[in-house]
């Protein structure tokens, strides 16, 4: 079935240590997101690709970097954990422009826990 | 700038009742999404409206949208426990192929 997975679905990091989320997809989606999510609050969009096109959100902190080296395949990289990054980090993927419809598929996510 | 909000936040009730969530949003857009999370899980899609007057059903669940009043209702009849989750609804305000989320609403269906 085509699909977004994300590995690992659980990471535990020391404070400070780098930390790279990995997002793969089967759906041959143009656009890939990243979000952060806390506590069942609203996902936060971190940023997102359409192709290789990057988009940053303007609050997203420079410790979040992403690359996505091709079409299946989008990472989220961290460079200095800190406390405050604890959360789930959800991988999506969309495929506009049919019907300019811009449903997101999300995989399970990765919780992300920082000692 | 456009927000979206839903109400209730938090609804606890019981087996069987019927109510209604309510996400209404401050820009015209005629695309609305609803998801779906379980705790500790990711989002699920729901429904996706796409225009003025859509209607959808699943099982119990129906939503709809109304984009001259800005509001999409999701309506829950004959409550089952299994229908607990957090229930999101999200707009495509039509730009960046982004969506605009509301807060949540936690539903807690009690036996």
């Known amino acids: 079935d085509a699909m977004v997975i994300q590995n690992p679905r659980y990471q535990v990091t020391q404070f400070g240590k780098p930390v790279t989320l990995s997002c793969s997809q089967t759906l041959n989606h143009n656009v890939m997101y990243w979000y952060q999510q806390k506590s069942s609050q609203a996902p936060k969009l971190l940023f997102h690709y359409y192709d290789k096109d990057f988009n940053n959100e303007a609050d997203t902190p420079d410790n979040f970097q992403s690359r996505r080296p091709n079409t299946s395949f989008c990472f989220l990289d961290i460079r200095s954990p800190g406390l405050g990054d604890a959360a789930m980090y959800l991988c999506a993927t969309s495929s506009p422009p049919t019907g300019r419809l811009f449903e997101q598929y999300f995989g399970p996510g990765t919780r992300l826990t920082v000692t | 700038e456009l927000k979206v909000e839903q109400n209730p936040l938090f609804l606890s009730m019981q087996e069987g009742k019927n109510y209604t969530i309510y996400c209404n949003y401050s820009?015209?857009?005629?695309?609305l999404y609803w998801y779906r999370q379980d705790p500790g899980k990711s989002l699920e899609s729901l429904f996706v409206l796409l225009s003025n007057g859509a209607v959808k059903q699943e099982g119990r669940l129906m939503a709809s949208l109304d984009t001259k009043a800005r509001l999409s209702t999701l309506h829950i009849t004959a409550a089952v426990h299994d229908l607990s989750a957090t229930y999101f609804c999200a707009v495509d305000p039509d730009s960046n192929y982004q969506l605009i989320w509301g807060a949540g609403t936690k539903l807690i269906i009690k036996p």
């Open positions: 820009t015209t857009s005629d695309r």
